[in-house]
Structures are given as C-alpha cells and as structure tokens.
C-alpha cells in the first residue's frame, strides 16, 4: 500500500523558471513532511521539512506548501538552477520519527 | 570523513549465498535505520534501531533477513539464502535530533544476486 504518492516521474524545467514537484499522501497519521534530493550513485541528501502545524516552510531558493485537508505537499524550487537537476523524494512520518514512507521520486531536469 | 557510511558499495552473489551489510553512522546518532531501494522506486523502509534495541521492522521483511546493532554504533543487516529479487540498493540512514526528523543517508550497498 503506497502511503506517500509522486505521480510524476519527471519534469522539465528551464534554468530560471519555477520547479513545483508534487507529492500526496494518504495516512492521517502522518504530521511530518520532506523532501529529498538524490544525485546518481549518492544516497539522499535532506532538503527541508515541514510540520503539519504549518501550511508553509521556506529556505533560500526552497519552499515547501503543505494542504492538510488535501493530504498534498508541493515543493517550489525558484529560480531553477542546472544544479538542481536531480531526483527528489518526498516522504512522511508522524512525530516518533520510527518510521519514513517515501513516494518513488520525480526526476527533475533543469535545462541551461 | 563524518557521514554515514556503507561497506561494501557493491556486492555480487549468486542465488543461494549469505551477504552481509555493515553501516556506520554518524558517531553522536542514537538513531539507525535499513531501507531497500530498487530502480523506479522510493526507499522502503526494512527496520529501525533506537541505540542498540530494535524497535521495529517491516512485514515485509522476510525469516531470511536480520539486523543487528550489537553495542548502539555500527549496524549489520545479513540477507541469507539470497534471491534474485533481493537484487536492490540497501541504504543506512542514522538520525539524532529528533525535532528534525532529519535522516542522514549513507551512499548505499548495491547488491546483485546472480
């Protein structure tokens, strides 16, 4: 049963422009949200996070949107850079932090 | 080097034989947990430690695959009488702030079952 839900596999995007990668989740339970981001032959690397008391968590170039009653996280990545080309998870846990369910990536291609 | 790490990178077994996995996290994490990743997919999530006690693992997790964390450092995951389907990415991650949440990957054990 796939809790956590990246229905895109891949998107393109042009330097500069705005990447929103989108992630939905089923669980109630779930009150912690993030990202991850993953080069080839790397594990993933911590992007940023959110908890469910908040609707939205910014740093730098990175902001994450949650909708709880939609059970839908997006994260917005602006301006978009060749850098940023990578595969980004999203994943979820409630505050126990026992377990992580991840969603199966979307594989973003930032074009100079 | 302070990150996690995984030893071996790649390991290629025929069907049939024992592996082992060993992770080493970071030196202050209490924390360690074993996640599967094959191609197309997420990691999925095998099994988590709490220092040395083993607090909780996957159903999905076959009689054939064990975990130890002997003394709360590093961590072992053995896979006996290996399957073509064990064929996946085996990540370690370890954690320690817990108002983070924050995980902390290893660069992975790739295992090849022949």
């Known amino acids: 049963d796939q809790q956590v839900k990246q229905n895109s596999p891949s998107l393109s995007v042009q330097e500069g422009r705005i990447s929103i990668l989108n992630c939905d989740y089923t669980?109630?339970?779930?009150?912690?949200f993030l990202w991850y981001k993953k080069y080839p032959a790397e594990g993933p690397t911590f992007l940023i996070s959110i908890s469910s008391i908040k609707d939205k968590n910014e740093d730098g170039r990175f902001t994450v949107f949650l909708n709880k009653s939609a059970k839908h996280l997006s994260l917005h990545i602006v301006p978009s850079q060749p850098g940023d080309s990578a595969v980004y998870f999203c994943a979820a846990t409630s505050m126990g932090f026992n377990k992580f369910y991840f969603g199966s990536g979307t594989k973003l291609n930032v074009k100079p | 080097d302070t990150g996690v790490s995984q030893d071996p990178r790649h390991k290629i077994t025929k069907r049939g034989q024992n592996v082992t996995f060993r992770c080493d996290p970071i030196?202050?994490?209490?924390?360690l947990y074993w996640y599967r990743q094959t191609l197309g997919q997420g990691p999925e999530f095998l099994t988590y430690f709490q220092n040395e006690a083993q607090l909780e693992k996957s159903r999905l997790l076959s009689d054939r695959f064990s975990a130890e964390r002997p003394k709360g450092s590093f961590s072992t995951l053995e896979i006996q009488r290996t399957e073509q389907g064990d064929s996946a990415m085996y990540l370690c991650?370890?954690?320690?702030?817990?108002?983070?949440?924050?995980?902390?990957f290893g660069e992975g054990s790739r295992l090849t079952v022949l």
């Open positions: 030196s202050e994490h209490n924390r």
């Open positions: 991650a370890s954690s320690f702030r817990q108002n983070t949440g924050e995980l902390f």
């Open positions: 669980n109630s339970m779930f009150d912690y």
